[in-house]
């Protein structure tokens, strides 16, 4: 069995014409003396768009971490600079509450004096060195 073929021009389908490919050999003779020249130093240089993103995400995160850092050591100093009180005989923890802390309710003082002394009842001793808050 054999086969042929037949070429009909009328059949064969539409052409286009070449076109030339993008890509080509370049031979040394051809290439532009920048491209081989070395670099003098007068090159600026030039950020895509997703390299001047990540140095922008990179400078915005470490202003956030300053920012961060700086706050929480102004705000640890403000809460460890509260003032000291020694108890005197007959005080009770609210009666010192209702006199330093006037812009507390009563148990919201007496809570935050508790907190900042680590006590665990109302009961405070005369000689006893108190913490306040906030101040």
Request: glycine share 8%; proline share 7%; charged share 15%.
């Amino acid at each position: 069995m054999s086969t042929a073929t037949v070429h009909d021009p009328a059949l064969a389908p539409a052409t286009r014409p070449a076109r030339r490919s993008h890509l080509r050999l370049v031979g040394l003779d051809e290439v532009p003396a920048m491209a081989i020249a070395p670099s003098q130093g007068g090159d600026q240089l030039r950020l895509t768009r997703r390299g001047r993103l990540a140095i922008t995400l990179t400078v915005a995160t470490l202003l956030a971490l300053a920012v961060t850092v700086l706050l929480g050591a102004v705000l640890s100093a403000g809460a460890a600079s509260g003032e000291t009180l020694v108890v005197q005989p007959g005080q009770t923890l609210s009666e010192i509450a209702a006199t330093e802390l006037p812009w507390l309710p009563l148990d919201r003082g007496v809570v935050q004096i508790q907190l900042a002394n680590d006590l665990s009842t109302l009961h405070v001793q005369a000689g006893q060195e108190l913490e306040i808050p906030g101040r």
